[in-house]
Nanobody, 121 residues
Framework: QVQLVESGGGLVQPGGSLRLSCVAS????????MGWYRQAPGKQRELVTL???????EYADSVKGRFTISRDNAKNTVYLQMNSLNAEDTAVYYC???????????????WGQGTQVTVSS
């Protein structure tokens, strides 16, 4: 069983910053990729950013230049530094991990419980 535990959400003023963290724990072979999705009220869940175990990254156009993803492979942890936040960034942010289950390379995706980020004055 794999668990993803997020932390770091909260209320921030426009232009402010927040840092999210997500730790993966449980029994697995390795982690291929970790990242963040978000879901605003009335909208579909969307990709924010992903990082692979090799360090390759992908960002949504709406967050490029403002958000930075990083990863500590030894701690099975991914971080999301969010700067220059605006009201459109308000959403529940979900940690995602694509985890290698065994030596054959079989992978499964897992989700965290979500953490609320609210950008408001």
């Amino acid at each position: 069983q794999v668990q993803l535990v997020e932390s770091g959400g909260g209320l921030v003023q426009p232009g402010g910053s927040l840092r999210l963290s997500c730790v993966a724990s449980g029994s697995f072979f390795s982690i291929y990729a970790m990242g963040w999705y978000r879901q605003a009220p009335g909208k579909q869940r969307e990709l924010v950013t992903l990082i692979t175990n090799g360090g390759s990254t992908e960002y949504a156009d709406s967050v490029k230049g403002r958000f930075t993803i990083s990863r500590d492979n030894a701690k099975n942890t991914v971080y999301l530094q969010m700067n220059s936040l605006n009201a459109e960034d308000t959403a529940v942010y979900y940690c995602y991990a694509n985890i290698v289950q065994n030596l054959s390379g079989y992978r499964l995706g897992y989700w965290g419980q979500g953490t609320q980020v609210t950008v408001s004055s």
